[in-house]
């Protein structure tokens, strides 16, 4: 460089221009090889407006990061128009046209994403019945399958065992035989 200069060649200012645009030209050489494999092509020809959440070229809807990396939709003809239109005063865009360009842009507001969905009514539709459907299954199985109680849980059953504690004195200290009056055969107060 300093060898270029020092012959007269070239001014200074000359010269940084030359390497300005060499390095611009390198970029876009690695820009394009960069873009190419990392997906330029599956975006189409919609427009790279930044750099994303991740970096890559996919556009999503997310309230809390509202930056895509790329546009909504390609520019067709009337956008293209819109767009040298915006480039001058905005107070000549009319209402329709400012929403038009929102649109090509981003595929909801804020507040459209932001909105409740009512997903919430499938899952508590799908959870009650499931629950629904576990009760009947147990209603079924107690009704159908299940056996009976057996004898033994029967009231009269269980007077008989009380009787048979009482005159075996089953745990006579602190157990049921200990409340039992026996010299006058009723409990005791």
């Known amino acids: 460089m300093n060898s270029i200069l020092a012959k007269g060649l070239i ?23 960069a873009n190419t494999f990392y997906g330029r092509k599956q975006i189409g020809k919609r427009e790279v407006v ?8 996919i556009y999503f809807d997310k309230p809390d990061f509202p930056m895509p990396a790329i546009r909504f939709r390609e520019d067709d ?6 767009r040298e239109k915006e480039k001058g005063d905005w107070k000549k865009l009319t209402i329709d ?5 929102y649109r090509a842009s981003f595929c909801s507001t804020i507040a459209e994403i932001s909105a409740p969905t009512g997903e919430w009514k499938s899952v508590a539709a799908g959870v009650l019945f499931l629950m629904a459907t576990s009760l009947w299954v147990f209603a079924a199985l107690k009704i159908f399958f299940y056996p009976g109680l057996p004898p033994t849980m029967s009231k009269e059953a269980k007077f008989r065992q009380l009787r048979e504690k009482l005159i075996l ?7 049921i035989s200990s409340k039992w009056d026996y010299d006058n055969n009723r409990w005791k107060k």
């Open 11 to 33: 001014s200074q200012s000359a010269l940084k221009k030359v390497i300005i645009s060499q390095r611009v030209t390198e970029r876009n050489v690695l820009v394009a090889i």
């Open 97 to 101: 046209e400012k929403k038009a360009l």
């Open 50 to 57: 930044g750099f994303g959440i991740t970096g890559s070229y």
């Open 169 to 175: 004195q089953v745990d006579p200290i602190d157990g």
């Open 77 to 82: 003809d009337y956008i293209k128009k819109l």
